[in-house]
């Protein structure tokens, strides 16, 4: 008599899919220790940190604004003729909040990622990936401000001007710092070393350095890049400064603001999904 045997194979667990990396951002408040951390490892070279970040500007600044506007006198802004010196600071304050966010999001971020792989002993602690990368844009926006706030007093005190709108100046100046963060912490995520950088530098911040109308108007540009240059960041947020700056308020200031907001907003997002993907999610 025969018997037969049936044996049956093991059905072989299936492993649940792994989240998609553009899924929305999980932000908590743990990303607020993070921030923190990096603001007491700075405090010990805030003073350095400062000199290093306002000297700069305020050699374009004087170099510049006094050299140069002794020869070009006064430039032609909307119809109001304004002192060169005006239109420039109007600029290159704009210009100095790029320029702070970037380095801060680039090659200190890239340090704590990568060299000294900060961001994984903290991902040791009960903070999320998500929570990093934003502390590392807010704190990156803040060492904006801060180098924009001490040029804003050195403006301040060599008279360029004295317009109570200022300090709607600095709050768009805020969101400046936070749009350049956003989109330097996506060179972050791709870089695998220092010198990626320069691509950033030279192939995107160079050319906006010129083409958003911080040293000369943009009405001398050809047409077809001045139309290719009012969608850039920074020129939205030379154009939101400058008329307070000249203690006017900002026409189609509510285009310009979303403008940078789009900026900001789409540039976090691809920044936290590349450093989901470098993360492995």
Avoid at 129 to 150: C, G, N, Q, R
Avoid at 175 to 186: H, M, N, P, Q
Wanted: proline share 6%.
């Amino acid at each position: 008599m025969n018997t037969t045997t049936t044996t049956t194979a093991p059905i072989a667990a299936t492993a649940p899919p792994s989240p998609s990396v553009w899924r929305p951002p999980e932000i908590s408040l743990r990303w607020w220790p993070v921030f923190l951390r990096n603001l007491l490892v700075w405090r010990k070279l805030a003073i350095p940190s400062l000199i290093g970040n306002i000297a700069e500007p305020l050699i374009w600044l004087v170099a510049f604004g006094y050299g140069m506007g002794a020869l070009v006198g006064q430039v032609s802004v909307d119809g109001v003729k304004v002192p060169y010196i005006l239109f420039l600071a109007s600029g290159s304050i704009c210009m100095s909040a790029m320029n702070a966010a970037s380095f801060e999001a680039l090659y200190s971020a890239f340090s704590r990622m990568h060299v000294q792989k900060t961001w994984d002993g903290i991902m040791n602690a009960p903070v999320g990936l998500d929570d990093i990368v934003m502390a590392e844009m807010l704190w990156a926006a803040f060492k904006s401000i801060f180098t924009v706030t001490a040029i804003l007093f050195v403006m301040l005190g060599l008279g360029i001007s004295h317009s109570p709108k200022l300090i709607v100046a600095w709050m768009v100046l805020i969101g400046a710092g936070i749009t350049f963060s956003s989109i330097a912490l996506i060179f972050n995520a791709l870089a695998k070393g220092y010198d990626f950088f320069t691509y950033y530098f030279t192939l995107f911040m160079t050319p906006m350095m010129f083409l958003s109308g911080v040293f000369f108007p943009l009405e001398q540009l050809p047409f077809a890049v001045k139309a290719v240059a009012a969608w850039l960041p920074l020129t939205n947020a030379v154009a939101l400064v400058r008329p307070l700056f000249m203690d006017q308020w900002p026409t189609d200031w509510w285009l310009h603001a979303a403008v940078l907001a789009v900026y900001a907003v789409v540039a976090f997002w691809i920044a936290l999904a590349l450093t989901r993907k470098r993360f492995k999610g």
